[in-house]
């Protein structure tokens, strides 16, 4: 199987492959990522199977681009940037998706904190009501809507990791599924084995997955997160988000203090929102401690009814502010919030991962042109949580760390 990266050009906001982009279509098409010609199904060979092995997982020289643009004019991208960007095009042609996404109109808001706004009216108007949720911890119901009730064509490919070692055991089955009322352009679903039906609680297989799919990626802007239920996950049917953003984020460099004393919990303190903060420089145990800690906090949160949000991306190592150019590692930045179910229809946009992560997909045109940082910043601060229950949360994470030291 091929796994040599092919230089294509990657466009911003919302916009499509083009340029030498035939030669990944030609080269996915090989690899069977594209669905037959005349064909909305996969067949009776079901949906191919992207496997991956440990060195493609790109650690360091991943960075954006010295001159500030919306789009990166030549970026090489990785099998895995190629195989998700081409079948995801390609389903946009042929009309799997709600809408058709066009370019995005994208404005950074004037201000301290780097906001960087879009207007996308049709996924106001046109993405799935959210579903009937009443706790954090409800459980999955087969007779709402769930990933076992999607077209087969939605499915891109399965994602499997090759076992490291001989006789090892392999990874969870992983489905990567469009996402049909997308946010931007490769916005994609991964979704955990459909057919079991776990609800929306984070479990380490699939955040193990999200980790590395950013770490596939040889794009800085390719970024993965979760809403819990009651932050705003419309499906109570375990998946995390992915989607690619050209466009730096506040959270990839903003400063943190530590914690605990083993110094792996950090709290961001800066604007959009305060978080709590995991870093890992790469794969291996590192990586694998950083998926228990992080399940361990939203296990905490879950029983205990708080919701909460995550955010994937490469950043710098935690400490003090950091250039956005400084993509190290990757960060995975965990917020507790009040727990808001269903839409609010009256506002420039809902509060989940990634508006607190510093994007903010706006709902209207009038929205979108007299949004500013500062109501922005209240919309968002008005979804934490109040500020004994705060402090309350962070001491009992780092609790949950301590209990991990020798």
């Not at 042109?369 to 004994?388: F, K, M």
Request: aromatic residues 8%; contains cysteine.
């Amino acid at each position: 199987m091929q796994r040599m990266n092919e230089p294509v050009l990657l466009l911003g906001a919302g916009t499509k492959l083009q340029g030498s982009s035939m030669a990944v279509l030609s080269d996915t098409h090989r690899t069977s990522y594209l669905l037959p010609p005349d064909c909305e199904d996969w067949g009776e060979q079901g949906a191919p199977a992207f496997v991956y092995g440990q060195e493609e997982l790109v650690v360091g020289g991943v960075q954006w681009p010295s001159r500030p643009s919306s789009i990166l004019d030549s970026w090489t991208l990785s099998r895995f940037d190629s195989a998700l960007c081409s079948a995801w095009q390609q389903r946009m042609e042929l009309g799997f998706f709600r809408y058709l996404l066009g370019e995005l109109q994208t404005q950074v808001l004037p201000g301290a904190v780097g906001f960087v706004a879009q207007l996308n009216v049709e996924r106001g108007m046109q993405r799935r009501c959210p579903q009937n949720i009443k706790s954090v911890r409800q459980a999955f119901d087969p007779e709402q809507f769930n990933f076992n009730k999607i077209r087969p064509g939605e499915v891109l490919f399965h994602l499997h990791r090759e076992p490291d070692l001989p006789g090892a055991l392999p990874q969870e089955d992983i489905l990567v599924v469009i996402n049909v009322s997308p946010l931007e352009w490769g916005h994609v679903l991964f979704v955990p084995v459909p057919a079991q039906g776990l609800p929306q609680r984070l479990l380490p297989g699939v955040l193990r997955a999200g980790l590395e799919a950013v770490l596939l990626s040889s794009h800085p802007g390719f970024r993965v997160g979760f809403n819990s239920l009651g932050g705003l996950a419309s499906v109570n049917h375990l998946h995390l988000h992915g989607y690619y953003l050209a466009h730096r984020l506040p959270v990839e460099g903003a400063p943190s203090q530590p914690l605990d004393p083993g110094g792996h919990l950090h709290l961001l303190q800066t604007l959009p929102a305060p978080g709590f903060l995991f870093y890992v420089s790469g794969p291996g145990p590192d990586l694998e401690a950083v998926i228990r800690r992080v399940c361990r906090a939203t296990d905490y949160l879950a029983d205990q009814e708080i919701a909460h949000n995550l955010f994937v991306t490469r950043g710098a190592p935690p400490g003090r502010a950091s250039p956005c150019s400084a993509l190290a590692g990757v960060r995975v930045i965990l917020w507790a919030r009040k727990s808001s179910f269903g839409i609010k229809e009256g506002e420039a946009f809902n509060v989940a991962l990634c508006e607190l992560a510093g994007h903010l997909p706006v709902k209207t045109a009038q929205d979108f042109s007299s949004l500013t940082e500062a109501t922005a910043v209240a919309l968002i601060q008005d979804c934490l949580l109040p500020p004994a229950q705060a402090t309350a949360v962070q001491t009992a994470l780092v609790a949950l760390m301590a209990q991990e030291e020798p």
